[in-house]
């Protein structure tokens, strides 16, 4: 089984987003709002700051207090979309739960949302009027990409119809004339359907669901589930299960998780570019 190094893509993406961003005739500024003081959180937003500021992307600090009410929180994120030279505004999640969390992320310009999930980029997107996709979608897609295997006879099988993944990652199969099959809790014949398939994708976020007796010999895995363990964070395969099996498989932690970054300020730098 070859894994595939999401570290390495995410890696060789940043360097182009880095040359793109230094030809701009501006510095581009990214936002990621933080909601409260979630440890989580607060690294993950940690993370992309520090990403986005490696690239030339500067990076906007806002943080409110967990009490904030969600008409305050727009008002606010509404002077965010005003800011000069600003090219993506996301908010971390999850939310305190008595926010308002799809009129919150409506609030966001919808040319400035990289993270697609306001109503209006996502319908953009879907009707294929936007440039910029669902990060975690784009990194799936890069991740296949990278193996450079052609997948016009590939019977691709998509595990979940999440709207960062599932649903995403099928309209961009199907923008390159490809018919994925998605499997939900309701489909019928699931694991017949799974072990004829030569690419599964998978974000359901149930942790190691996926095991060596439930694939065809040689399948691509890309697993874009995460699920919380005792030793930390797991996917939906179990990569120690399918090793002898699987062709291909891009892991959990350093697959999805690296690449989806790396799209993320790839989308900042599509609207930086728009702004010419």
Do not use: W
């Given at each position: ?8 893509i995410r890696d ?8 793109e ?5 501006f510095v581009?500024?990214f936002?990621?709002v933080?909601?409260?003081d979630?440890p ?6 940690k ?12 990076f906007?600090?806002?943080?409110f207090?967990?009490?904030i ?10 002077d965010?979309?005003?800011v ?6 996301i ?11 799809q ?5 966001i ?5 990289v ?20 990060p ?8 296949l990409?990278s ?10 099988v998509i595990?979940?119809?999440g ?9 961009l199969?199907?923008?390159r ?13 699931k ?5 004829q398939?030569?690419?599964?994708i998978s ?19 890309i697993d ?11 996917g ?5 299960s ?12 350093g ?12 989308n900042?730098?599509?609207v930086?570019k728009?702004?010419?």
């Open positions: 089984m070859i894994i595939i190094d999401g570290r390495k060789e993406i940043l360097a182009k987003v880095k040359d961003v230094g030809k701009l005739s581009p500024i936002c990621d933080l909601v409260g979630d989580a959180s607060v690294q993950y937003v993370i992309k700051e520090r990403m986005a500021e490696a690239v030339g992307i500067s906007y600090p806002t943080s207090p967990r009490e009410n969600t008409e305050k929180l727009i008002e606010e994120i509404k965010l979309n005003k000069p030279n600003m090219c993506g505004i908010v971390q999640l999850p939310l305190p739960e008595h926010l308002d969390k009129k919150v992320l409506d609030s310009d919808s040319r400035l949302d993270d697609c999930l306001g109503a209006i980029a996502s319908r953009k997107f879907y009707e294929g009027e936007n440039d910029i996709s669902f975690a979608a784009f990194s799936c897609m890069a991740l990409d193996i450079g295997v052609d997948l016009k006879e590939k019977n691709i595990l979940g119809q709207m960062l993944v599932g649903r995403p990652v099928a309209a199969l199907r923008a004339n490809l018919s994925p099959e998605i499997i939900t809790n309701e489909t019928l014949n694991e017949e359907i799974i072990k398939a030569d690419v599964v974000g359901m976020g149930k942790g190691k669901y996926l095991t060596g007796d439930m694939i065809k010999k040689g399948a691509i895995l874009a589930g995460t699920s919380e363990s005792e030793g930390g964070i797991i939906d395969v179990d990569s120690e399918v090793k002898e099996v699987a062709g291909y498989l891009s892991p959990v932690p697959g999805v998780g690296p690449v989806t970054v790396a799209m993320l300020l790839n900042v730098l599509t930086a728009s702004k010419k």
